[in-house]
């Protein structure tokens, strides 16, 4: 049997098996779906704010539209106490409240300052983040336009008065994922755990279907199996691969740094590591089913690990040794800094090498526990 | 009858290692690992990249006031280049540029621009230093706003008002601290906790499959079978939902304003619905590996549609009726009204009655059980095992 003959014997494994088909082929297209579609609005807008207003004058219902002018915000209501309030925050009608003192307008004209209170439900930090920038935003302008009128009765010449009111401009951007969008910031590592972890499902279902059975696989040598095996799997998870990090990233508008020469290279290892490593768990796997299970379960932390939805710094430091035996972890961070920060080659290089080490470590494992396996089979034979 | 079933079940648990391991150590472990992962609580000390061009007291001044700060740790870098090679690299997850002439221009009246970038392809670290940043800075140029005042010769009294006339105070109600453990840590958890009760019973399920000329078939008494599995795997999976809720509200303490109990009724109605969704898949299937594989496909993605990330309001309708589908965003609203805002028993009682939609399966598994038991003739009442799991 040639190498030709092997890859083709592989192939047609691959597609006779309906399980694999449906992790590989169903898994990517149904996930590239089925993942993003919950962020597809991208930033949570118009929340609902109830308003406690115990000054009821011009300046708080100014204040009032403002806030409700916010998109962030949608003022719901105007409530008469504290108290309703919170009943309607724990009905689940209303995320956040606004309260505006008694005498609110009168200090302000008298110069004694007032307090505006905000509260946001912090059990969801976007709807949280969201009411509090929004009404806060509100705030200030409120809290400027008062400023403005009190210089200007004070005599100030408009312009200047103007100018001490904003005296310094804070220019506050968001670099890389401009819009803030949920998409673009969940997308691109969640994407790369895809295709890992339905990559190792399916190297595990192909190789715990095979060992107990006679076949193909026993007539080669294990090195020739594993490279034909590798080289199957990377062509098919070249095809996946374009179309998550080529059209998906184009279709949920996520913001691409690198070249594509250079994504391809970084992919590279990445596959190969991912797949030696899904022949090395494929030989301890017994059951077909269970591979699916193992990974499943270790899916979760795989993703909160690698360091794209909490900072590494501040994730415990055995935990962040642990997992960079796991090829999606470097994978996901150097693909981040390569494609989405645009940190060039070079320092995504170390992750680079670190991957390749990764697949020549697991390649010799793969090599050695599939001969182990055939020389199994050998004895159960005879 | 029913002793000896529980018997076989208890047995057949007994002599699967993956089943015990999905019992019992594994939950142990992903709970505690998940938990470990998170349990620096508050973002802190994330690094910044400060580029101070200007170098004078003023601009010296808001570096201190930057380093006050707990969320920040302040970095000097010597220009805009390096800095912004270090935020590709994230070494810093933002940066700030301090422009040359700050302090002159704040002195002759001009309006200087402080430019801020932050990192938003990590959203949570990146808008939350934005805000502190800009709370951080505000709060050092009030100071320089308050000395030009004096100097002009303002009263004392009155510098504070006309500076800031209103007084902004935020409250973030019933997470005051913006806990990463109390917001992110119990969604994660339950939804490891969905996970690991539908392998559980998806397994327990497909060793009754019968194996006759390559077709699976049930044995005669498949609803006994069912209920001696609900009956005895609801407890056990109940068990780790108890030790999760103790280990978060009673252990580490986090806040918990309504009772406990409430929510060990929700979890238990949160596994009843599962368990007739992983029926319905089990009794239509009848292939071990397909009936894994599409479970699997079916509750992996369950917490991003919880709504605890991004609010459920703001899906798509396609998602939120997905969300309906995923008994864990049932539970999660029931865990968040009692643990946030403390409802009574009564009102998790109605949350729990949302479940109904689940109850419309039961005609289908009737069904497919029932189509599955007729088998052609022969004796199937003992216990084969199945020749795909052994």
Not at chain 1, 41 to 46: D, I, L, S, Y
Not at chain 1, 338 to 367: D, E
Request: hydrophobic residues 50%; neutral net charge; charged residues 10%.
């Amino acid at each position: 049997m040639n190498l030709w003959q092997l890859m083709l014997a592989e192939f047609k494994a691959i597609f006779a098996d309906k399980a694999i088909m449906v992790t590989l082929f169903g898994g990517v297209l149904f996930y590239s779906v089925l993942y993003p579609l919950p962020y597809l609005n991208q930033v949570p807008t118009e929340q609902q704010v109830v308003v406690v207003d115990h000054d009821n004058s011009s300046l708080s219902r100014l204040v009032t539209r403002h806030a409700d002018a916010s998109a962030k915000v949608h003022i719901l209501a105007n409530l008469a106490s504290i108290d309703e309030a919170e009943t309607w925050i724990s009905e689940g009608k209303a995320h956040g409240l606004l309260v505006i003192p008694a005498n609110f307008r009168r200090d302000l004209l008298l110069g004694k300052g007032a307090t505006l209170s905000y509260g946001g439900d912090a059990s969801y930090f976007l709807i949280y983040s969201a009411v509090a920038e929004g009404l806060v935003a509100a705030g200030l302008d409120a809290s400027k336009q008062v400023q403005l009128i009190g210089l200007l009765a004070r005599g100030q010449n408009p312009q200047l008065a103007q100018q001490s009111v904003n005296s310094i401009n804070i220019n506050s951007v968001p670099a890389f994922n401009p819009s803030l969008g949920y998409t673009p910031y969940v997308i691109p590592g969640l994407f790369l755990l895809i295709l890992h972890q339905t990559l190792l499902i399916g190297t595990g279902i192909l190789g715990a279907g095979q060992w107990r059975r006679p076949g193909y696989w026993q007539h080669v040598s294990p090195g020739v199996l594993v490279f034909a095996r590798l080289s199957v799997f990377l062509l098919i998870y070249s095809v996946f691969s374009s179309f998550y990090l080529g059209y998906c990233f184009y279709w949920y508008q996520v913001s691409v740094a690198a070249t594509i020469i250079e994504v391809g290279l970084f992919m590279l290892p990445f596959l190969l590591a991912t797949c030696a490593l899904g022949i090395v768990f494929s030989s301890l796997f017994a059951r077909r089913d269970l591979s699916t299970q193992v990974y499943l379960l270790m899916s979760m932390p795989v993703l909160f690990v690698s360091g794209f939805v909490w900072p590494i710094a501040l994730i415990p430091e055995p935990l962040v040794m642990i997992s960079q035996i796991i090829p999606a972890v470097p994978a996901i961070m150097g693909m981040l800094e390569l494609n989405q920060l645009g940190a060039g080659w070079l320092a995504v290089m170390p992750k680079w090498l670190q991957l390749w080490g990764l697949f020549a470590v697991f390649a010799c494992i793969a090599i050695m526990r599939v001969a182990a396996r055939q020389k199994q089979a050998k004895a159960m034979l005879s | 009858m029913m002793t000896e079933l529980f018997k076989r079940e208890f047995n057949a648990l007994w002599h699967s290692p993956w089943q015990l391991a999905l019992i019992s150590y594994i939950p142990l472990i992903g709970v505690l690992a998940l938990w470990w992962l998170f349990s620096a609580g508050l973002p802190r000390q994330l690094p910044v990249a400060v580029v101070d061009v200007d170098n004078s007291q003023i601009s010296r001044m808001l570096t201190r006031q930057l380093a006050a700060n707990a969320v920040i740790a302040p970095q000097s870098y010597a220009n805009e280049a390096q800095a912004i090679e270090a935020m590709r690299q994230t070494q810093v997850y933002a940066m700030v540029v301090l422009p040359y002439q700050l302090k002159k221009d704040l002195l002759t009246g001009q309006q200087p621009t402080i430019d801020i970038r932050y990192n938003s392809q990590f959203l949570l670290v990146g808008k939350l230093l934005s805000s502190q940043l800009q709370l951080s800075l505000a709060e050092g140029l009030t100071q320089v706003g308050q000395q030009r005042l004096l100097l002009n010769g303002a009263n004392k009294a009155t510098v504070d008002v006309s500076l800031s006339p209103i007084t902004n105070q935020t409250t973030a109600l019933f997470n005051r601290n913006n806990n990463y453990v109390g917001f992110l840590v119990p969604p994660i958890l339950i939804a490891l906790w969905q996970l690991l009760s539908m392998l559980v019973f998806i397994n327990s399920l497909n060793q009754e499959l019968v194996l006759y000329q390559n077709r699976y078939y049930f044995p005669k008494q498949i609803w006994a079978l069912i209920a001696t599995k609900i009956l005895f795997y609801s407890p056990i999976m109940l068990l780790h939902g108890g030790f999760i809720l103790l280990w978060l509200y009673h252990y580490l303490g986090l806040p918990a304003a309504g009772a406990l109990v409430d929510l060990m009724l929700a979890q238990l109605a949160m596994l009843m619905a599962l368990w007739l969704m992983v029926l319905v898949i089990f009794t239509g299937m009848r292939d071990s590996a397909r009936s894994v594989s599409f479970c699997t496909a079916l509750f992996a993605p369950a917490f991003a549609f919880m709504g605890i990330t991004f609010p459920v309001n703001d899906m798509p309708l396609l998602a939120q009726w997905w969300r309906l589908i995923m008994p864990s965003s049932h539970y999660i609203d029931s865990h968040v009204s009692v643990i946030s805002y403390g409802v009574e028993l009564p009102h998790v009682l109605g949350q729990i009655s949302g479940y109904w939609g689940f109850l419309l399966l039961l005609p289908f598994i009737v069904f497919f059980a029932n189509k599955a038991k007729d088998v052609p003739k022969i004796d199937l009442t003992s216990n084969d095992v199945n020749q795909e799991l052994s």
